[in-house]
């Protein structure tokens, strides 16, 4: 039975930092896609980071976050993160963790969010979500 549980959510002032943490059990990172996404009250959950299946660890970035958000995982403790530098009031949201095999083709240039329906439709494992909030 796969699980994800998502943490290390909380207040943090604009320019500060966050990790967040995704526990996972029921596969291995050989076998699905692992990534964060993020959800606003009243807007679509969006992509913020994946990494492909280990066999070929591709990692993907949002433009919004690149350079400041880095994803990783630990096979050994079945965890993974998402290190969250130079905060914004803008990616204040709830963050998701999530896992499926085609989890990161949300990040390729063929696909049109706008059309592809709920994305808790599209892929199948989803942590519970954990706060973000960036104020000062």
């Known amino acids: 039975d796969v699980q994800l549980q998502a943490s290390g959510g909380g207040l943090v002032q604009p320019g500060g930092s966050l990790r967040l943490s995704c526990a996972a059990s029921?596969?291995?990172?050989?076998?699905?896609?692992i990534g964060w996404f993020r959800q606003v009250p009243g807007k679509e959950r969006e992509g913020v980071s994946c990494i492909t299946s280990n066999g070929d660890g591709k990692i993907y970035y949002s433009d919004s976050v690149k350079g400041r958000f880095t994803i990783s995982n630990d096979d050994a403790k079945k965890m993974f993160y998402l290190q969250m530098n130079n905060l914004k009031p803008d990616d204040s949201a709830v963050y998701y963790c999530?896992?499926?095999?085609?989890?990161?083709?949300?990040?390729?240039?063929?696909?049109?969010?706008?059309?592809?329906?709920?994305?808790?439709?599209?892929?199948?494992?989803w942590g519970q979500g954990t706060l973000v909030t960036v104020s000062s």
């Open positions: 999530a896992a499926d095999l085609l989890l990161c083709t949300y990040f390729s240039r063929v696909f049109d969010p706008s059309r592809a329906g709920k994305l808790t439709d599209l892929y199948n494992y």
């Open positions: 029921g596969f291995t990172f050989n076998e699905f896609a």
